[in-house]
């Protein structure tokens, strides 16, 4: 057997406790969306296929990865990191609102993010409004500190009944469509569901090639928790005061003042996440 066939037969350890085969496709594909170029690319995967033993973690996988990028540029170690740094919001969902908004706002919708609305048995906080012309969505929004912890159909369920609910109060002005959004994965049941119930479902992998991944890169919608030139506690200070996306700094620096940053360190910031933006 080759060198080659050996290691793409090794089974990794995901966080889940699921196993899978490494595949050096997938890997490929996440450090091509990290920004990587070719030649760092192959170099991140030789250096796991070095390492790489039958159990390795998909933690493991990726620290490995994220050092490497981390050496080579800060900015594709951040664009890399987007799924952890998404776990990294904090047990509260509203920065995971705020994100599934603005990535409605830059379809030119107009969001509003944790209304009250009365339906027509009870009443219901929405996480997410978007509307433009014609136009008016909810958004159901599901954050996970686990990505092996999915949405399962339960949540599809509860969700419609809600959509439902809402749809028939004859006062509210309607909705054209119903969301349920996650940062973690759905069942195959929940996804059934969906698509017979007319519920539009966005989660990290879901629809294929149009997921919150995808969709957060190409509309650079990148939380604060992914970049490398914070601190932990300071990154959870700008989150206790609501800063949430690495547009919000790059449009109001001054918002980096309450860090009481030194001046080189503030540049640093303001750097990566303008090398961030510019991929």
């Not at 920004?35 to 030789?46: D, F, K, P, T, Y």
């Not at 664009?79 to 904090?90: E, F, N, P, T, V």
Request: charged content about 25%.
């Amino acid at each position: 057997m080759s060198n080659n066939s050996s290691q793409n037969s090794i089974a990794v350890q995901k966080a889940s406790g699921e196993r899978e085969t490494f595949s050096e496709k997938k890997l490929l594909a996440s450090l091509g969306r990290s920004g990587a170029s070719e030649e760092l690319a192959q170099r991140v995967i030789r250096l796991v296929k070095q390492q790489a033993r039958p159990g390795i973690t998909s933690a493991k996988i990726y620290r490995l990865a994220f050092g490497l990028l981390h050496k080579e540029a800060r900015h594709l170690a951040a664009r890399y990191s987007l799924k952890q740094a998404i776990m990294a919001l904090g047990p509260s969902g509203y920065p995971f609102e705020r994100i599934i908004a603005a990535l409605f706002a830059k379809q030119n919708y107009y969001t509003e993010v944790g209304v009250n609305l009365q339906g027509a048995c009870v009443g219901h906080e929405v996480d997410v409004i978007a509307t433009r012309p014609g136009h008016r969505l909810f958004v159901e929004c599901k954050y996970r500190n686990n990505h092996g912890n999915k949405c399962d159909v339960k949540v599809a369920l509860y969700v419609h009944a809600r959509a439902m609910d809402l749809g028939k109060n004859a006062d509210l002005e309607p909705f054209q469509e119903f969301w349920l959004a996650t940062n973690a994965k759905f069942t195959r049941d929940a996804i059934q569901y969906g698509q017979c119930a007319g519920l539009k479902l966005l989660s990290w992998d879901y629809p294929e090639r149009n997921g919150l991944r995808e969709r957060i890169h190409l509309s650079q919608i990148h939380p604060i928790t992914c970049l490398t030139t914070l601190k932990v506690r300071e990154k959870r200070d700008l989150l206790k005061r609501n800063i949430v996306l690495c547009t919000e700094l790059a449009e109001k620096p001054h918002l980096l003042d309450s860090l009481r940053l030194k001046e080189a360190a503030r540049r640093r910031v303001l750097r990566e996440i303008n090398d961030l933006q510019e991929i």
